[in-house]
């Protein structure tokens, strides 16, 4: 079964950059058809999803969010990455990272709590 775990930063200033990090196991992040995203869920609000790479490392990203998102992945580490530009208090959420096969149950993880705040 696949295991997800966030790590990174809690509580943080207003800053240029983000970072977050998903470590993957009981699985690759190469196996065939999954997408690995990044979903995030601010206070009193729905979930959001920002992004995602692909097994093959393609990319893709919430329109809204695109200009402000970044991800990428390490595939000797089994990792994925969220790097967020321009972080103001309006980041402030738990980030979650996801794995959906095309096909099949998806997994979460347990989340990790970002408050943005001078």
């Known amino acids: 079964q696949v295991q997800l775990q966030e790590s990174g930063s809690g509580l943080v200033k207003p800053s240029p950059t983000l970072s977050l990090t998903c470590t993957v196991s009981?699985?690759?992040?190469?196996?065939?058809?999954?997408?690995w995203s990044w979903i995030r869920q601010p206070p009193g609000k729905g979930l959001e999803w920002m992004g995602a790479?692909?097994?093959?490392?393609?990319?893709y990203y919430s329109p809204s969010l695109k200009s402000h998102t970044s991800i990428s992945r390490d595939p000797s580490k089994n990792q994925f990455s969220l790097q967020l530009s321009s972080v103001t208090p309006e980041d402030t959420a738990v980030y979650y990272c996801?794995?959906?096969?095309?096909?099949?149950?998806?997994?979460w993880g347990q989340g990790t709590q970002v408050t943005v705040s001078s």
């Open positions: 790479i692909a097994y093959d490392g393609t990319t």
């Open positions: 009981g699985g690759s992040i190469t196996t065939l058809y999954y997408y």
């Open positions: 996801n794995a959906r096969p095309l096909l099949g149950s998806e997994y």
